[in-house]
């Protein structure tokens, strides 16, 4: 049984920082991506990073990159965000998703469908 628990959101200021935590109970994949998507109020889900377990490359859409950090521990038990710079369109529900299929592409990996669980989600609020 795999679960997902986020944490490590709030509230903090333009242009401050946070670091977000996802420890990925029984989730033992070592091939497969893990993903932070988030979803703003009235707004469709996206992913803001991705990162593919077996060889740890990542993906971040432009409005993202270069502020955002994905990375996980080597067990891939925990997944972590930093997300540096933050600006007030940030402001959303952060979601840890993992994926039991294998993953391929920067597409692949920003599509929500694509991952099998997901965490309840953690509120970043930037002001």
């Known amino acids: 049984h795999v679960q997902l628990v986020e944490s490590g959101g709030g509230s903090v200021q333009a242009g401050g920082s946070l670091r977000l935590s996802c420890a990925a109970n029984g989730y033992t994949s070592t091939s497969y991506c893990m993903a932070w998507f988030r979803q703003a109020p009235a707004k469709e889900r996206q992913g803001v990073a991705a990162?593919?377990?077996?060889?740890?490359?990542?993906y971040y859409p432009d409005s993202v990159k270069g502020r955002f950090s994905i990375s996980q521990d080597n067990n891939n038990n925990t997944l972590w965000l930093q997300m540096n710079n933050l600006k007030p369109e940030d402001t959303a529900m952060y979601y840890c998703?993992?994926?039991?299929?294998?993953?391929?592409?920067?597409?692949?990996?920003?599509?929500?469908?694509?991952?099998?669980?997901w965490g309840q989600g953690t509120q970043v609020t930037v002001s």
């Open positions: 990162i593919y377990s077996g060889g740890g490359s990542s």
């Open positions: 998703a993992a994926a039991n299929t294998w993953c391929s592409g920067a597409y692949w990996m920003m599509t929500e469908s694509n991952y099998a669980y």
